[in-house]
């Protein structure tokens, strides 16, 4: 999904974290097999095979100490907190181990035979959908945000960050930046997290309570490049997204957006179109 890390000491670190993961869960890497980094190298995951077939496995370092976190546990949170019928892998497996000065977590699921809708959390290109997919997605995101939040789980971003990020990169907007409705969301809802044309939404680590129609605003900030399918999402989410709730969440994650525009390269790519967008949310 994001590009190999430039720093070969974490590349070495990961793969062999990744090695030590399959011997610890009893599986292997399929021969020929890609592997998929997250972003800035910090997670690395591929297919495997294990005694009952086909599975992923994916790791996750954090500096030693720094274990526990919302990354940390969120898909095992995921897994226990959200209703079966939501698309998504089954967690099979987990172990945890540490090495100073990291730690990891290892986590096998079931594999998706659906492809990702993209390689990049963009869209660089139109993709066609079935009509029953986007029913389905925005049913699960539904679904996602009417399950109670499970005790102590982190936000997907705080109040205090929304004060600070969306005057420091939108301006003086001249909008209240409270939220006054919290909702549980995926977090990291784009197009490299879902699959076509079954939908499968991947990648849990980051769920938590956060700004009501976050998710939507999150799909519909990645879908920008492609004006259809952004039109498309707006479409499915009009009724959540044409709301005060709905714009606030959309500004917040602008802010969250631009703020990594200069660290990689796929938000320096959103970046115009999420400035634009922006720029329309605030005309009204």
Same mark, same amino acid.
């Given at each position: 999904?994001?590009?190999?890390?430039?720093?070969?000491?974490?590349?070495?670190?990961?793969?062999?974290?990744?090695?030590?993961?399959?011997? +610890?869960?009893?599986?292997?890497?399929?021969?020929?097999?890609?592997?998929?980094?997250?972003?800035?190298?910090?997670?690395?995951?591929?297919?495997?095979?294990?005694?009952?077939?086909?599975?992923?496995?994916?790791?996750?370092?954090?500096?030693?100490?720094?274990?526990?976190?919302?990354?940390?546990?969120?898909?095992?949170?995921?897994?226990?907190?959200?209703?079966?019928?939501?698309?998504?892998? +089954?967690?099979?497996?987990?172990?945890?181990?540490?090495?100073?000065?990291?730690?990891?977590?290892?986590?096998?699921?079931?594999?998706?035979?659906?492809?990702?809708?993209?390689?990049?959390?963009?869209?660089?290109?139109?993709?066609?959908?079935?009509?029953?997919?986007?029913?389905?997605?925005?049913?699960?995101?539904?679904?996602?945000?009417?399950?109670?939040?499970?005790?102590?789980?982190?936000?997907?971003?705080?109040?205090?960050?929304?004060?600070?990020?969306?005057?420091?990169?939108?301006?003086?907007?001249?909008?209240?930046?409270?939220?006054?409705?919290?909702?549980?969301?995926?977090?990291?809802?784009?197009?490299?997290?879902?699959?076509?044309?079954?939908?499968t939404i991947l990648d849990w680590e980051g769920f938590g309570?956060?700004?009501h129609g976050f998710d939507a605003a999150h799909l519909h900030?990645?879908?920008?490049?492609?004006?259809?399918?952004?039109?498309?999402?707006?479409?499915?989410?009009?009724?959540?997204?044409?709301?005060?709730?709905?714009?606030?969440?959309?500004?917040?994650?602008?802010?969250?957006?631009?703020?990594?525009?200069? +660290?990689?390269?796929?938000?320096?790519?959103?970046?115009?179109?999420?400035?634009?967008?922006?720029?329309?949310?605030?005309?009204?």
């Amino acid at each position: 999904m994001f590009s190999e890390p430039d720093d070969p000491d974490v590349r070495e670190r990961m793969h062999a974290a990744f090695t030590n993961a399959a011997v +610890r869960l009893g599986c292997s890497l399929i021969s020929g097999a890609a592997k998929t980094w997250g972003h800035n190298g910090r997670t690395l995951g591929a297919p495997v095979t294990t005694s009952n077939g086909k599975a992923w496995l994916r790791v996750l370092e954090v500096p030693l100490g720094k274990e526990g976190g919302k990354l940390w546990t969120g898909t095992e949170e995921a897994a226990t907190t959200l209703p079966m019928d939501i698309p998504r892998p +089954r967690l099979l497996d987990s172990v945890d181990w540490a090495h100073e000065p990291y730690a990891n977590r290892a986590e096998l699921s079931t594999y998706v035979m659906a492809p990702v809708c993209s390689s990049s959390p963009d869209l660089t290109g139109h993709i066609a959908l079935p009509g029953p997919w986007w029913s389905r997605l925005r049913w699960a995101t539904e679904t996602v945000a009417t399950t109670p939040v499970p005790e102590g789980r982190p936000h997907v971003i705080t109040q205090d960050y929304i004060h600070r990020t969306i005057p420091r990169y939108l301006g003086d907007t001249g909008v209240d930046t409270t939220v006054r409705h919290w909702t549980l969301a995926h977090g990291d809802l784009h197009w490299a997290n879902l699959t076509g044309p079954d939908l499968t939404i991947l990648d849990w680590e980051g769920f938590g309570p956060g700004p009501h129609g976050f998710d939507a605003a999150h799909l519909h900030a990645h879908s920008l490049p492609v004006p259809e399918l952004a039109a498309r999402v707006r479409d499915v989410f009009t009724d959540i997204l044409e709301t005060p709730e709905g714009r606030l969440a959309e500004l917040v994650v602008a802010a969250i957006l631009l703020q990594a525009a200069d +660290r990689d390269p796929v938000h320096a790519r959103l970046a115009p179109h999420v400035r634009q967008n922006a720029q329309r949310l605030l005309a009204y």
